[in-house]
């Protein structure tokens, strides 16, 4: 099943209608797009005036992804000390 890309401005849209009024469940049928989706656009425009993924993050989403960056960097690090290590030792 290929997956359907919203555009900001549609997904706009349809807040703006919900908050005219409208139900979910007609936005729904009316738009062919999943009820669901529409409840996920809505909550996510209430929470952060966005769309993007990045700014609906809670904080402890945010700080783990930046933990795990960290990590990453920091084992990369550590391989490279690893290999200095070597070959220092060799000569």
């Given amino acids: 099943m290929q997956e359907v890309y919203y555009t900001d401005e549609f997904k706009q849209q349809i807040v703006s209608l919900y908050k005219t009024g409208k139900t979910a469940k007609q936005l729904s049928s009316d738009y062919q797009v999943g009820k669901s989706t529409v409840w996920k656009w809505i909550h996510e425009f209430n929470n952060s005036g966005s769309f993007k993924a990045k700014d609906n993050r809670s904080p402890e989403e945010n700080e783990l992804i930046h933990l795990r960056k960290e990590i ?20």
């Fill in 72 to 91: 990453k960097q920091l084992r990369m690090e550590n391989d490279i000390l690893k290999q200095a290590t070597l070959i220092i030792g060799k000569k």
